[in-house]
């Protein structure tokens, strides 16, 4: 039976480049503030309760797709989120 070829193996300086335990940060960047976290989440959270209340009471068609556009705006903020 024919053996496999051996693969090479992966490039290990990035965790070589370890110091005192903590990891280096795959990218220079700076981590996000707090006013974006707190607005990311404010955006998810009213979003939800507006999709609840349009259900609850009845309300017109305008708050949920208020409500899910809000939350869209969240999700899409959790891509920039360092």
């Known amino acids: ?12 300086s990035a965790t070589k480049s370890r ?4 990891p280096v940060l795959a990218s220079n960047d700076d981590p996000s503030p707090t ?3 707190a607005v990311m ?3 998810m ?3 939800t ?3 609840l209340i349009r259900f609850v009471f009845g309300l ?8 899910l556009a809000l ?3 969240g999700f899409f903020m959790t891509t920039n989120y360092r």
Request: hydrophobic share 45%; charged share 15%; glycine share 12%.
């Open 71 to 73: 939350i869209a705006g």
């Open 41 to 43: 989440a404010g955006l």
């Open 35 to 37: 006013w974006y976290v």
């Open 19 to 22: 110091t005192a335990g903590n």
């Open 60 to 67: 017109e068609q305008y708050f949920l797709l208020l409500g």
């Open 1 to 12: 039976m024919p053996q496999s070829k051996r693969r090479k193996p992966k490039n290990t």
């Open 45 to 47: 959270i009213v979003g």
């Open 49 to 51: 309760v507006l999709v």
